[in-house]
């Protein structure tokens, strides 16, 4: 479901680690990672995305320490 994809998603962003289109299909079967990111983004999580060379997006959550 949604709200499963976006908590996985979440969850590892708050963990500090990045995350790609790719890898979001293969943690939680989540094919609009750009989706799951704008509903985050609305509930207030800062998470920034980073293109990278290779045309992958990667997104990040900024420390809010």
């Known amino acids: ?3 499963t994809q976006d908590q ?3 969850d590892h962003l708050q963990q500090g680690k990045t995350i790609s289109q790719a890898e979001a299909i293969e943690l939680c079967d ?3 990672l ?3 990111i704008d509903r985050l983004r609305k509930q207030g999580f800062d ?5 990278e060379k ?3 997006a990667k997104a990040l959550m900024h420390d809010t320490n």
Not at 47 to 51: F, K, M, R
């Open 30 to 32: 989540c094919y609009r």
């Open 34 to 36: 750009s989706a799951v």
């Open 1 to 3: 479901s949604k709200t």
């Open 54 to 56: 290779n045309q992958t």
């Open 8 to 10: 996985t998603i979440l």
């Open 47 to 51: 998470i920034v995305t980073h293109n």
